[in-house]
Structure formats: C-alpha cells, structure tokens
C-alpha cells in the first residue's frame, strides 16, 4: 500500500516562556519573544497548506532546577496550554512532541493526542521519549514496544516517525543529542522497509534532509533562535522522493 503525496511543515524548539518567569539560561534562546514570533510563523505555515504540522520537542523552557516546584508546575501548565490553544482550529492534523525541555506529565495532561494517525495513506507515528544518565536520549518501555512492534506489524502503509531526540545523524559534540542506540534504530527502521521520512528536533543548528538506505532523516532547526526558521517537506511516499525548502522570519 502507497501513500500520498504529502506536504508536511515542521517547525522546533521554541523553548517559550510567557508565564513562565525569566528566559532561557542560553541568551540566543529568546524565549519571551516566542509569544509574538510563534504565531507569525503559524500564519504562514497554514498559507502553505501543509497536510500535517509538526512541532517537533521543547515547547516551553520549563526550568531544570525545581521542576516540580508549585510555581513552576502552575506556570509551565499554563505556558503548554497557550502552545495548545494557538494550535487549536488550524483546519489540519498537528502532532506536537515533548522535548527534555518540557515536564513531561505536564505535556501529556495538556496534549491528549494520537501517536498513531493516518494522513493521506501514510501512518504517522510520534514517540514520546526521555533522557536517561548523563542527558543520553533513550527511547524505553512502552516507546519501544510501540517502536519494535510497528515495523513488524501487519499495517502495510509507509510510515513517518516523529520524535524529539535525533536517530541519524549522530551529533554528541558538547551535548548528546541522539539516541544512545540510534545506529540500531536506523538499521531496524532500515530492515522493516516501511519508513520514509524521520523528522527530529533538539540540535539547535538542525540537519538538512538526508536519505540513508532509502529513508530521509531532517533535523529542523531551533526557531528560538534567529533567523526564526522552518522546514516545509513535500514528499512522494510510494516512490521516496523528498523536495524541501525553509522558511524564516528574519
């Protein structure tokens, strides 16, 4: 079975704070212009008509120290919940990802979502992973099984894997941004014959696509930072083809 062609916007790593107080501890990071950028963005994005939108992990830039902390919590939940509003009413399937930025059970109250929807022919699976010692991305428990079983599963449609962390490339300089296992997870989506395109976020400086045994790998970059930028995919499923192109604010 072949999907359609698709066009898919993907956009990452805001790291927004409105009510959340302060800004990000890294100054490129503007985080309290997120409020105004985000939705210029959002308005052109739509105007491109994309058949999915996808933002891709760190939403908020929820402190590290005292993350549970009550007004951290209150807070965060109400930054996550004006991500949510704004996405709300857009006329097309958005799949929004937490990243090691965000509170984790703050994200999944705030986004009850699938991870597991159709879209033009084409299974869109998102995975919802955390880092484990030393800031390693890991994908475990249920992800995995979700991982593992859907490319051995009887669903023949292509598939898109959506997630925060990076599978390919591996990109560790300074801070470790893919999977600790990311080589095995390529050559297990690889073996399935079943994915097309993974899309990633969390390396700032992003990844332009790539194909490696017939699969794209994309890293968008961090829209935090100037220019303020996106990526917009138009892909072939059936065939594999990709075309992209990126936009930005400034």
């Not at 800004?23 to 008509?49: C, F, G, K, N």
């Not at 829209?223 to 996106?230: D, K, Q, S, T, Y």
Request: with cysteine; aromatic share 8%; net charge negative.
């Amino acid at each position: 079975m072949a999907g359609f062609p698709m066009r898919i916007a993907h956009i990452s790593d805001l790291h927004l704070r409105h009510h959340l107080q302060g800004t990000s501890a890294v100054p490129t990071r503007l985080s309290r212009q997120m409020v105004e950028l985000y939705p210029r963005a959002l308005d052109r994005i739509v105007s491109a008509a994309p058949d999915l939108i996808v933002v891709s992990g760190d939403l908020v830039d929820h402190p590290f120290e005292e993350m549970d902390r009550a007004d951290h919590l209150a807070a965060g939940e109400q930054d996550l919940r004006w991500h949510a509003q704004i996405l709300t009413g857009l006329g097309m399937p958005v799949v929004v990802l937490p990243g090691n930025h965000d509170h984790l059970p703050l994200y999944h109250q705030v986004f009850d979502q699938e991870t597991d929807l159709d879209v033009k022919g084409t299974r869109i699976l998102s995975f919802a992973d955390v880092e484990g010692d030393d800031n390693v991305p890991r994908r475990t428990n249920g992800e995995r099984a979700r991982f593992e079983a859907c490319l051995v599963d009887d669903d023949p449609r292509p598939q898109i894997h959506l997630q925060h962390y990076l599978v390919y490339p591996r990109r560790d300089e300074g801070y470790p941004h893919t999977y600790e296992d990311g080589e095995q997870m390529r050559q297990a989506m690889t073996e399935s014959g079943r994915v097309r395109l993974c899309l990633s976020g969390h390396y700032h400086l992003g990844h332009e696509p790539e194909c490696v045994d017939g699969i794209w790998f994309a890293v968008a970059p961090a829209f935090c930072e100037a220019p303020h930028a996106w990526r917009v995919y138009d892909l072939e499923p059936a065939g594999g083809g990709l075309t992209w192109h990126q936009e930005q604010l400034s």
